[in-house]
T-cell receptor, first 109, second 114 residues
Framework: GIQVEQSPPDLILQEGANSTLRCNFS?????LQWFHQNPWGQLINLFY???GTKQNGRLSATTVATERYSLLYISSSQTTDSGVYFC???????????FGSGTQLTVLP | KAGVTQTPRYLIKTRGQQVTLSCSPI?????VSWYQQTPGQGLQFLFE???????NKGNFPGRFSGRQFSNSRSEMNVSTLELGDSALYLC?????????????FGPGTRLTVL
């Protein structure tokens, strides 16, 4: 099956800093989603982005499908951005999401 | 529009018991998927239901089962609980079966097996 690798595994920032999270995947995908898992465990949808670039406030994402990677940008980090960020993909032959292992982001005040 | 809801939110069981978790999808969504999250294995796909039929199944033993009702609500059952079944169980709903359909997750049920 498809492999999904996220980097870095852990990231500690000061409030106000910018960050880039990366997701590499091993095969073609027709669905890619970024999630933020809050401290209570819920996965919050950030982006559906199998290709191209999207922006939502301080967050933006870019997926280069031909090179099999996606980037999540967080600008002007806030303490409420802390949590785990997951990338999840659906490969062309499957319907379920395959998740990466996540990036644990800690934003310090 | 209300999001995906899951009940109960927390559950404590002992080894050998069975448990049933419930998931109500977003109104109009007909596909429901279940995932298990553990510190060691991360997020893993359990199964997917659409129109009351299991359409896809992950690599879990037969102790894990599920069903979907005509109103798209879904339940999953775990029989003969083991310590390793302690996990956060997440339910996700989507409009249908298209690969491009976005999945939306509920708050999860945290199961502890003692």
């Amino acid at each position: 099956g498809i492999q999904v690798e996220q980097s870095p595994p852990d990231l500690i920032l000061q409030e106000g800093a910018n960050s880039t999270l990366r997701c590499n995947f091993s095969d073609s995908v027709n669905n890619l989603q970024w999630f933020h898992q809050n401290p209570w465990g819920q996965l919050i949808n950030l982006f559906y982005i199998p290709s191209g670039t999207k922006q939502n406030g301080r967050l933006s994402a870019t997926t280069v499908a031909t090179e099999r990677y996606s980037l999540l940008y967080i600008s002007s980090s806030q303490t409420t951005d802390s949590g785990v960020y997951f990338c999840a993909v659906k490969e062309s032959s499957a319907r379920q999401l395959t998740f990466g292992s996540g990036t644990q982001l800690t934003v310090l005040p | 529009k209300a999001g995906v809801t899951q009940t109960p939110r927390y559950l404590i069981k002992t080894r050998g018991q069975q448990v049933t978790l419930s998931c109500s999808p977003i109104s109009g969504h007909r596909s429901v998927s279940w995932y298990q999250q553990t510190p060691g294995q991360g997020l893993q796909f359990l199964f997917e239901y659409f129109s009351e039929t299991q359409r896809n199944k992950g690599n879990f033993p037969g102790r894990f089962s599920g069903r979907q009702f005509s109103n798209s609500r879904s339940e999953m059952n775990v029989s003969t609980l083991e310590l390793g079944d302690s996990a956060l169980y997440l339910c996700a709903s989507s409009l249908g079966l298209l690969a491009q359909d976005t999945q939306y997750f509920g708050p999860g049920t945290r199961l502890t097996v003692l």
